[in-house]
T-cell receptor, first 111, second 116 residues
């Protein structure tokens, strides 16, 4: 089955700096890669996703890049703000099948 | 986005009792729902995949007789933790995938279970 690895497990950045979280996956059939943000005690919220036919997608301060050949994808957050502090999860899925989640990255943005 | 409602959000029970958790898709039909368990500061561990009208598919190591899943309609799946013990204390969270937009996954708000 699919194996998703996520790094780093914790990340601290100064407010205004950029944060990058990386994930790798093992199943070349995976074609959908969402990123979720989870605040303490709350549900994961979808923040951005990318399909395998696209190399990069951007939504305001958030961007995701995908390298199908290397089987890795990354989340980029620019101009970080304290409210960006949360746990971020990547996931990989074959459309219509189950989702496999990374181990999570706890991001702390220091004011 | 689509809304998934999960109840209760918090439950405390005595050891040996059973607890039922409900997961409802409010504005879409969910042919597939997933149940996860999450320990503090850890990732989402898939417990089982629930398909409407059929038996749930359990992940390896998850006891199907202990974690009963029922997906009787396109908008409701339930997880019953039977004969709960303190080690079952955890954050349980469901997610649903729309039958019309099968790519995206929407999460319930989670249930914090504490077994005394």
């Amino acid at each position: 089955g699919e194996n998703v690895e996520q790094h780093p497990s914790t990340l601290s950045v100064q407010e205004g700096d950029s944060a990058v979280i990386k994930c790798t996956y093992s199943d070349s059939a995976s074609n959908y890669f969402p990123w979720y943000k989870q605040e303490l005690g709350k549900r994961p919220q979808l923040i951005i996703d990318i399909r395998s036919n696209v190399g990069e997608k951007k939504d305001q301060r958030i961007a995701v890049t995908l390298n199908k050949t290397a089987k890795h994808f990354s989340l980029h957050i620019t101009e970080t703000q304290p409210e960006d502090s949360a746990v971020y999860f990547c996931a990989a899925s074959v459309t219509g099948n189950q989702f496999y989640f990374g181990t999570g990255t706890s991001l702390t943005v220091i004011p | 986005g689509a809304v998934v409602s999960q109840h209760p959000s918090w439950v405390i029970c005595k050891s040996g009792t059973s607890v039922k958790i409900e997961c409802r898709s409010l504005d879409f039909q969910a042919t597939t729902m997933f149940w996860y368990r999450q320990f503090p500061k850890q990732s989402l561990m898939l417990m089982a995949t629930s398909n409407e009208g059929s038996k749930a598919t359990y992940e390896q190591g998850v006891e199907k007789d202990k974690f009963l899943i029922n997906h009787a309609s396109l908008t409701l799946s339930t997880l019953t933790v039977t004969s709960a013990h303190p080690e079952d204390s955890s954050f349980y969270i469901c997610s649903a995938r729309s039958s019309s937009a099968s790519e995206k996954l929407f999460f319930g708000s989670g249930t914090q279970l504490s077994v005394l």
